[in-house]
């Protein structure tokens, strides 16, 4: 069983901290990209079958809902589709309109990842995002209304002027709409990116223990309407986590298709260039090999710990073992009834600390 993971590399306009890999959209390369798209699901079809489709970006929600469905029936000719495959589509709220979400659900979408980010008008200008609040509730509200029952919001923490009160009036809102998953992240500041040379956010970047305040004031908040935290950034109602994404944790094949994409196919990872241009022009997509040889159990071990299901106590060292007893104590960590250790959401909030006290790193 395998994910598809179609990478759509596509932006109206570049957001000032995102260093994915993403053009502007023109119209004419978009089609020509589809079209690429559908050349690389033939050439892999039946590989395996299939019960996670998700369409990452970029912005998926540039594509037009005739070219979703065009790859989705590609993907139905090509793979054997679970009985109830996820199949997720990531969405830009500048884009609320009722009958393109409509239509996306005619053509195959169930699952909608709405890029929400915040509730505040001057959080989401700060951002430099393109959509408003209102917008991301006009989506939230339409995307229900055209029968999408399984809607995850982003949400990012650790922002500038982001108090918590600010955040408080946010996840008020967050847990009062129809929603089943929340995505939350932290800023990170990335290298050439316009916010890593900007004063304003710099000098106004919360400090450690603030945005660790406001990580554990979202976990407590999201847990008190409902949603389970189930990985260090997602939290969801039960039956409602991403599937998807759990491939990636659970160190589980995923094809990925499109220029920039990454897949993990039986152990051998491998990329496709970041040229948005040669993905157009290459009959089928180039592979270029990352690793031949499985996961090191150390690797397993750092995705596995992201995750509520945590890791097995028996599959740490004696020295990591050694370490549990204060790091329980200092609630960080705890031990599940089926002897496996899990991160508290505590111990999410400086998740990278201590996995690399646990793995010796
Ligand atoms: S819309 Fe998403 S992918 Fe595109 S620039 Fe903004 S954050 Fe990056």
């Avoid at 023109?26 to 798209?37: D, G, H, I, M, P």
């Amino acid at each position: 069983m395998t994910g598809i993971y179609i990478h759509v590399p596509f932006c109206a306009r570049k957001c000032p901290y995102c260093d994915f890999y993403s053009v502007p959209y023109r119209k004419v390369t978009a089609e020509l990209y589809v079209q690429a798209v559908i050349r690389n699901l033939n050439h892999y079809r039946n590989f395996d079958s299939v019960d996670s489709i998700y369409f990452g970006g970029g912005t998926p929600s540039l594509l037009s809902a005739k070219q979703i469905s065009d790859i989705l029936e590609t993907c139905s000719k090509n793979f054997k589709l679970d009985s109830t495959p996820e199949i997720t589509l990531e969405y830009n709220p500048s884009r609320a309109d009722f009958q393109y979400l409509y239509d996306l659900r005619t053509a195959g979408i169930k699952r909608l990842s709405i890029g929400t980010q915040s509730f505040s008008d001057s959080q989401l200008k700060l951002l430099g995002r393109t959509h408003t609040a209102e917008q991301n509730l006009q989506t939230v509200r339409n995307a229900e209304k055209a029968g999408f029952h399984n809607i995850s919001c982003d949400l990012m923490l650790a922002l500038p002027y982001q108090t918590e009160e600010v955040l408080s009036e946010t996840l008020e809102i967050l847990t009062s709409l129809p929603i089943q998953h929340v995505s939350a992240y932290l800023l990170q500041i990335e290298e050439n990116t316009p916010f890593y040379t900007n004063p304003e956010i710099l000098d106004n970047l919360p400090d450690d223990d603030s945005s660790v305040d406001r990580y554990l004031q979202t976990v407590s908040t999201l847990e008190n309407a409902g949603f389970y935290q189930y990985e260090v950034s997602s939290f969801a109602k039960p039956g409602f986590e991403s599937q998807h994404n759990l491939r990636y944790w659970y160190c589980q094949d995923y094809l990925g298709i499109g220029a920039g994409a990454h897949s993990c196919i039986q152990n051998r990872r491998f990329s496709v260039p970041e040229d948005v241009q040669l993905f157009c022009k290459n009959q089928i997509q180039q592979e270029i090999t990352i690793s031949e040889t499985a996961c090191d159990p150390e690797e397993k071990l750092m995705l596995a710990f992201r995750t509520s299901r945590g890791v097995p106590e028996s599959s740490l060292s004696q020295n990591a073992r050694k370490k549990l007893p204060m790091l329980i104590k200092n609630d960080y960590i705890k031990l599940k009834e089926n002897n496996c250790i899990a991160l508290t959401p505590k111990g999410f909030a400086v998740s990278n600390a201590v996995i690399a006290a646990l793995l010796d790193i």
